[in-house]
């Protein structure tokens, strides 16, 4: 049985192949690039696969995104339909995005990019803000990040509210399901954070009509994928002071080119794709277990639903 690793900096797939290698014995391990034998291979571990990847391989059980978003792989045009598509989550990957989350949400409450203007300018400035509890932030998206960061903002105190497709019950959040909650979960929301999946229903969400149903001059934290964004929109809603602040940790095109507006924006924090990255060695376990599990079982938790998108 043969495990395909890929991913685009090739310094990376021999590392994540060296690793699966330790945690898998028994098993061939390779660079999806040095396959010879595309009928021994059972399962592609990959993070964006190139169009036509996946399909080389005809007897393949499952892909593994490196990653706990599956966007990457479904964007494969010639992705064989009904592959099983099994994401990486896990505990490190939720602690890191809580910690991104309480770390710009507070930046953004505590007014910290004027505070940094005024000591720029030798302006002893105090700014006063409203308590945490006087201040509403929303969550889009409450699956494994969405609600961990939710309940952190809720423990800071805030008041916080979460969106998702099909409603949760999470203590100390005030929770809204669906388009048709879409519009109470926004009003008079001060902060919002991003953690929806990308799939068809949530491209282009974070426009002008959504920021114009947000509290005038909110702040926006996108830790999700950069797709959800229309940038112009953004750029606007900036221009009109609609929206304050934002952080963003994902793109359209990543690395972000060096001439995209964002980069300068004074009113942009910008960040590597960093809110929450996978941990190699507690990734490769993971991966490592799912398949061992997926292989016996025909399932594992992680399993994602394709047809759904996430
Ligand atoms: P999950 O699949 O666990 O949860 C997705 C959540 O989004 C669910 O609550 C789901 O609702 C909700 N949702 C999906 N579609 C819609 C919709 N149309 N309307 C409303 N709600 C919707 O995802 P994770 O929490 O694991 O990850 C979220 C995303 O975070 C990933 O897809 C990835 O893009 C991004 N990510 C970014 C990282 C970074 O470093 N920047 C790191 C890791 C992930 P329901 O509960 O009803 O199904
Ligand atoms: C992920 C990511 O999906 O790193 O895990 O963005």
């Not at 974070?206 to 112009?232: K, Q, T, W, Y």
């Not at 799912?290 to 759904?308: P, S, V």
Request: hydrophobic fraction near 40%; charged fraction near 20%; charge should be negative.
């Amino acid at each position: 049985m043969t495990v395909a690793v890929y991913l685009p900096l090739e310094e990376k797939t021999r590392w994540w192949v060296d690793q699966l290698s330790e945690l898998l014995p028994g098993r061939n391990v390779w660079p999806l690039d040095a396959v010879t034998d595309p009928e021994a291979v059972r399962y592609a571990v990959v993070w964006r696969p190139r169009t036509g990847d996946i399909a080389r391989f005809p007897n393949l059980r499952a892909v593994v995104s490196i990653g706990a978003g599956i966007d990457h792989v479904l964007a494969d045009e010639e992705l064989p339909s009904g592959i099983p598509i099994i994401r990486t989550t896990g505990r490190d990957l939720t602690q890191r995005m809580r910690e991104y989350v309480a770390l710009h949400v507070l930046r953004h409450h505590r007014d910290m990019p004027r505070q940094l203007r005024a000591q720029a300018e030798k302006d002893w400035h105090a700014i006063v803000v409203p308590v945490a509890p006087s201040r509403t932030v929303g969550v889009m998206g409450l699956g494994n990040l969405g609600a961990a960061a939710a309940k952190t903002l809720a423990g800071l105190g805030f008041a916080t509210r979460g969106w998702s497709r099909s409603g949760r019950d999470i203590p100390g959040v005030e929770t809204f399901a669906g388009a048709d909650g879409l519009d109470d979960f926004l009003a008079g929301c001060e902060i919002l954070v991003n953690l929806l999946p990308l799939t068809g229903e949530t491209h282009g969400i974070l426009d002008e009509s959504l920021f114009g149903r947000l509290a005038p001059g909110a702040c926006i934290v996108n830790c999700a994928r950069g797709p959800h964004v229309v940038d112009d929109d953004l750029l606007s809603a900036l221009r009109s002071g609609q929206v304050k602040q934002a952080t963003l940790d994902v793109f359209h095109q990543e690395p972000l080119p060096v001439d995209h507006p964002f980069w300068s924006h004074p009113a942009i924090t910008v960040t590597p794709h960093v809110a929450s990255q996978i941990d190699p060695g507690t990734g490769a376990r993971l991966i490592a277990e799912n398949i061992k599990i997926f292989d016996t079982t025909g399932t594992c938790e992680d399993l994602a639903d394709a047809a759904r998108g996430y």
